[in-house]
Nanobody, 114 residues
Framework: QVQLVESGGGLVQPGESLRLSCAAS????????LGWYRQAPGEQRELVAT???????IYADSVKGRFSISRDNAENTVALEMNSLKAEDTAVYYC????????WGRGTQVTVSS
């Protein structure tokens, strides 16, 4: 059974940084695309960043230059380093993995507020 478990969410002030991590289990993920999505109140779930098995990353325009995604295939983890956080980054952040099927974590809350 594939499981994705996020950690690292919390409350931060605008301009601060936060690192999210996702631990994957139940499969071998070295060939999976991994990523992060988020859902703000009243909004659709949206792509934040994805990273391919070879390390190629795609970012939403809203986070380019501020966020960085990385993966550790040996540890089956994917991380999201979030810098210069803004109030509009407030959302539940979901870990994502895809091969033939797609899998989701349960989410971790990130709140950016002064």
């Amino acid at each position: 059974q594939v499981q994705l478990v996020e950690s690292g969410g919390g409350l931060v002030q605008p301009g601060e940084s936060l690192r999210l991590s996702c631990a994957a289990s139940g499969s071998t993920f070295n060939t999976y695309t991994l990523g992060w999505y988020r859902q703000a109140p009243g909004e659709q779930r949206e792509l934040v960043a994805t990273i391919a098995p070879g390390g190629r990353a795609i970012y939403a325009d809203s986070v380019k230059g501020r966020f960085s995604i990385s993966r550790d295939n040996a540890e089956n983890t994917v991380a999201l380093e979030m810098n210069s956080l803004k109030a509009e980054d407030t959302a539940v952040y979901y870990c994502y993995a895809r091969s033939w099927s797609s899998y989701w974590g349960r989410g971790t809350q990130v709140t950016v507020s002064s």
